[in-house]
Nanobody
Framework: QVQLIESGGGLVQAGGSLRLSCAAS????????MGWFRQVPGKERMFVAR???????SYADSVKGRFTISRDNAKNTVYLQMNSLKPEDTAVYYC???????????????????WGQGTQVTVSS
């Protein structure tokens, strides 16, 4: 069982930046691909970014060029640096862990076995 704890959410004005962190309670953190998703009330959880074991990254089109995912395996932590924030980025952000080798569809929540509790990000206009 892996516990994931997100932090770093908050209220920011449009154009501002936030950095989310997700700390994992596992000694085998480097064996997991990690993802970030976001969700607004009444809508499905949406893919934001993913970083593989080999540090390959992928992003949703809506955040490409503004968000950066990274990981520090020594600290068992994955980060999401969010720049040029827009009101439409407002959501609860979740980190997730995927232990499967060779996951094909990496943008579906179903690919991830472990989830954090979420952290609220609110961007004011």
């Amino acid at each position: 069982q892996v516990q994931l704890i997100e932090s770093g959410g908050g209220l920011v004005q449009a154009g501002g930046s936030l950095r989310l962190s997700c700390a994992a309670s596992t000694r085998t953190f480097s064996s997991y691909a990690m993802g970030w998703f976001r969700q607004v009330p009444g809508k499905e959880r949406m893919f934001v970014a993913r970083i593989s074991r080999s540090i390959f990254t992928s992003y949703a089109d809506s955040v490409k060029g503004r968000f950066t995912i990274s990981r520090d395996n020594a600290k068992n932590t994955v980060y999401l640096q969010m720049n040029s924030l827009k009101p439409e980025d407002t959501a609860v952000y979740y980190c997730a862990a995927d232990s499967t080798i060779g996951t094909i569809n990496t943008t579906t929540p179903l690919a991830y076995e472990y989830w954090g509790q979420g952290t609220q990000v609110t961007v004011s206009s």
